[in-house]
């Protein structure tokens, strides 16, 4: 449903230097999917969609929705003759319009012509998607924060596009709102089939929305995926360390100890580690563990792989868990543990960091 290849757009910024805001991109979204753009801040995340909207002309590459191109060499459609709809962060609707009357505003404009009535039902269409039937003499500013989203989720809906485009829409909310709108947002995504492409930086988010996610760093996809995979099998210490936390500590690749595993050598001594990528023995590697896979135990658990002494440095009580940060010879690391867990600062303890979870990637440089 959306197609871009090789996108590219480049900004002279304030010292006239040029800056990649995108650098050749390209990846696909299928027709009733959700996909996310995922990365921080300046990675190039708005400049792509405003690209695919028709907002911003790129420098290079194609991009196709519904089976149009709308941008190649020399072939730019307008904004408003693409099939798309698209909420930008700030909302950018009108206060003191009524929300019919925000609603109304892409028919109005548009270079086609609608008849009152028509109007009318198509405005009451989009406002009842978004429950939002029974408030349309209302002004805007009347409305609540999560309201004010879902108004400019109808006004987005109202021309009835082929594809969603939303960039961090859910970013002005407070945390509970946004919660709460990450469930609607997908439910409404869900119920209408409409192919989506959401832009955040929010992890959370990302990860409990998205078919698919791909990662941005600098104007590039740097790994696409599901969810899971995102989060379990990060490709490089980029993506491991931008998605969620994880403890890291570097060591060298000693051999291998069967399918997709490998002895390193650490300062911790060595650890049976899963291999993510191509990687030869001698190699330099970085070994990630996430805090939650992490095992504490009293006594040193007889007959296991990778276990550690330490000592308890901190625990700290996090509601959903217990945030319990162990101190070894020559790192720190942090786990999330279970309330039930009885250990003390100071205490000493045996440290299960499970084959599985401790996955080497290539080290940097
Ligand atoms: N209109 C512009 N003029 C100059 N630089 C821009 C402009 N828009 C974006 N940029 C630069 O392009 C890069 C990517 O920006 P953007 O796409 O807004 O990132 P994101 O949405 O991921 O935060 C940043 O370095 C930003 O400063
Ligand atoms: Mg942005």
Not at 70 to 80: K, L
Not at 119 to 137: P, R
Not at 140 to 162: F, H, T, Y
Not at 298 to 326: H, S, W
Request: neutral net charge; charged residues 25%; glycine residues 8%.
């Amino acid at each position: 449903m959306i197609e871009i290849r090789s996108l590219a757009k480049t900004f002279s910024d304030r010292r006239g230097e040029q800056v990649a805001a995108v650098n050749k991109v390209s990846f696909q979204v299928e027709e009733g999917r959700f996909y996310t753009l995922l990365g921080p801040s300046g990675c190039g995340k708005t400049t792509t969609l405003r690209c695919i909207a028709g907002l911003e002309k790129p420098d290079e590459g194609e991009i196709e929705v519904a089976g149009e191109i709308v941008f190649s060499r020399g072939n730019f459609v307008p904004a408003y003759r693409r099939p798309i709809g698209m909420v930008f962060q700030s909302y950018a609707i009108w206060p003191h319009l009524t929300v019919f009357e925000n609603v109304a505003f892409p028919l109005r404009v548009g270079k086609q012509r609608f008849s009152s009535a028509e109007v009318k039902s198509k405005v009451e269409k989009a406002l009842e998607q978004v429950e939002l039937g029974s408030v349309g003499d209302r002004m805007a500013i009347q409305l609540s924060g999560g309201q004010q989203q879902r108004l400019a989720l109808a006004r987005a809906l109202v021309r009835e596009p082929k594809v969603l485009l939303l960039d961090e829409p859910l970013s002005n909310l407070d945390a509970k709102l946004r919660e709460r709108m990450r469930v609607e947002l997908r439910e409404l995504q869900r119920r209408l089939r409409i192919t989506t492409l959401y832009v955040t930086h929010d992890q959370i988010g990302a990860l409990s929305m998205s078919n698919v996610i791909a990662i941005m760093n600098r104007g590039e996809i740097v790994q696409e995926g599901s969810p899971r995979e995102i989060y379990l099998q990060p490709h490089s210490e980029f993506v491991a360390q931008f998605i969620g936390s994880t403890n890291q500590f570097s060591g060298k690749l000693r051999a291998f100890a069967g399918e997709g595993c490998a002895c390193v050598e650490t300062p911790m001594g060595e650890l049976l580690c899963t291999l993510s990528g191509e990687l030869a023995p001698g190699s330099d590697v970085v070994i990630m563990v996430r805090p939650e896979n992490i095992i504490l135990h009293e006594a040193r658990p007889p007959e296991t792989a990778n276990v550690v002494e330490g000592k308890v440095a901190t625990v700290m009580f996090l509601g959903q868990y217990l945030d319990c940060t162990i101190e070894l010879d020559t790192d720190l690391l942090q786990t999330h543990q279970r309330h039930s867990l009885r250990l003390r600062r100071g205490d000493r303890v045996w440290v299960e960091l499970p084959p599985n979870d401790c996955l080497a990637l290539k080290a940097k440089g």
